[in-house]
């Protein structure tokens, strides 16, 4: 089972940019796909962004569409997501998944342990 490991997360003001990481150990890395959920306190975990095993097809949340980027380097076993345009409303906990389906399905991914993001207004 892949492990995964978040950092960049931090405090920024709206309008500002952040680039979260996500680090997984193994050697099968690229036979994951790969995503970001976040989580707002006294709300569900939400899907944020996702992409597929060669790094070929993404998907987003509405939410986030225009102002998020995922990419991910299977040299290095990391996913990243570019935040641009932060919002207050995008302050959450921010959990990287891995799948080895896809599209990737909340029922069956493997999680970190999170990064806090807070958005300042």
């Known amino acids: 089972q892949v492990q995964l490991v978040e950092s960049g997360g931090g405090l920024v003001q709206a309008g500002g940019s952040l680039r979260l990481s996500c680090a997984a150990s193994?050697?099968?890395?690229?036979?994951?796909?790969m995503g970001w959920f976040r989580q707002a306190p006294g709300k569900e975990r939400e899907f944020v962004a996702a992409?597929?095993?060669?790094?070929?097809?993404?998907y987003y949340a509405d939410s986030v569409k225009g102002r998020f980027t995922i990419s991910r380097d299977n040299a290095k076993n990391t996913v990243y997501l570019q935040m641009n345009n932060l919002k207050p409303e995008d302050t959450a906990v921010y959990y990287c998944?891995?799948?080895?389906?896809?599209?990737?399905?909340?029922?069956?991914?493997?999680w970190g342990q999170g990064t806090q993001v807070t958005v300042s207004s």
């Open positions: 992409i597929n095993w060669s790094g070929r097809s993404t």
């Open positions: 998944a891995a799948d080895r389906s896809w599209p990737l399905s909340i029922n069956r991914v493997s």
């Open positions: 193994g050697r099968t890395f690229s036979s994951y796909a």
